[in-house]
């Protein structure tokens, strides 16, 4: 079965792609602040190019390995490391509303954690970092990060982990991937909605510890700083809109459908899909399931929590997604936000 289902509707009009408005030209980039020594680059978002400085001369002060312990003492929370060319790494942190990226030499440190956006990988067999997946793996995209039972969870795409006859999650193992192998496993599904309920969602362990961060946002590779996920917000008809997947890539933004065209879509999409689901404009791809939809950023670089992607509908592959409250509640529940921390 296909990661992200697909649906035939021969009647769809023509849907508008819309590009993400910025609020201002800077919004969603870094600005740029290097070299600062042997840092090559030096970059900041939400902060003074002055904080960021000395963290990265702290930072190219101490060995590689030890770059998350350096940014924590600093005050930042170091979200994923990542190897570069010419034998360099680039480094992502945040504190609050802000965030870096240092470039340094040397090889990345094992420093990598669950954020939305990123690529998962779900099997039926076992998987091992560092060994190829097995036959029958599909490839989906992780959602927002939850706190179930008083424990942090990963939200993906019910279907991303399938449910067989007998009631059972069919590919119930799941890892963050680093390409081109299982970078960091998981371990078994803890919750699958669509076993008891009609919302196509599930919850995966997340990573801890040191360097493991999991994180309260966004994720947006190295080059571009993260959205801050401030909270929830309801899927009104025209709402703006924007779907991060590991296919499609980032900040894939459009409108939620409104009007009686938008109704009949909407009505056949959660047919096919066997949920409720909310359609949009936007384009999406196989593997997008289980990213995040979520608000067009504010200035401060957040945004609020919307929907889990679920299907690609129609002969124009409009993405359909879960509302997220549902979810929540079914699962008793709390989106872990930017101002929890």
């Not at 039972?149 to 007998?166: M, N, T």
Request: net charge positive; aromatic share 4%; hydrophobic share 40%.
């Amino acid at each position: 079965m296909d990661a992200l289902r697909k649906a035939a509707f021969a009647a769809v009009g023509a849907l508008a792609l819309c590009a993400a408005p910025a609020a201002a030209a800077d919004l969603g980039q870094y600005d740029q602040c290097g070299p600062v020594g042997a840092a090559s680059v030096v970059s900041a978002s939400g902060t003074s190019c002055d904080a960021v400085r000395a963290v990265a001369e702290a930072l190219v002060a101490a060995p590689a390995a030890e770059s998350g312990a350096v940014l924590r003492r600093e005050g930042w929370k170091p979200l994923r490391a990542q190897d570069a060319a010419g034998g360099e790494f680039d480094l992502v942190a945040t504190r609050g509303f802000a965030s870096l990226r240092v470039r340094r030499s040397g090889s990345a440190p094992d420093l990598d954690g669950w954020g939305a956006g990123r690529e998962l990988l779900f099997a039926r067999g076992k998987l091992v970092g560092g060994q190829r997946p097995p036959q029958g793996t599909v490839l989906c995209t992780s959602a927002f990060l939850i706190m179930l039972g008083g424990h942090p969870g990963g939200l993906s795409a019910a279907h991303c982990g399938g449910v067989r006859k007998d009631g059972t999650t069919q590919r119930r193992n799941a890892a963050l991937r680093r390409p081109p192998q299982p970078g960091i496993v998981l371990g078994g599904v803890q919750r699958n909605l669509a076993r008891t309920r009609p919302l196509d969602a599930l919850v995966v362990p997340v990573p801890s510890g040191n360097n493991r961060p999991s994180a309260d946002v966004v994720d947006r590779g190295v080059s571009r700083p993260p959205w801050y996920v401030a909270g929830i917000a309801q899927p009104t008809p025209q709402r703006r809109v924007c779907m991060t997947g590991r296919t499609s890539g980032i900040d894939q933004c459009g409108a939620i459908l409104s009007g009686t065209v938008a109704r009949r879509i909407q009505n056949q999409a959660s047919r096919a899909a066997g949920t409720r689901v909310v359609c949009t404009s936007i384009i999406a791809r196989s593997g997008d399931s289980g990213g995040p939809v979520y608000t067009r950023p504010r200035d401060d670089g957040t945004v609020r929590a919307v929907g889990i992607t679920t299907l690609v509908f129609g002969l124009f592959q409009t993405m359909c997604f879960t509302e997220l409250r549902p979810v929540l509640d079914a699962l008793n529940a709390r989106l872990v936000t930017v101002s929890a921390r």
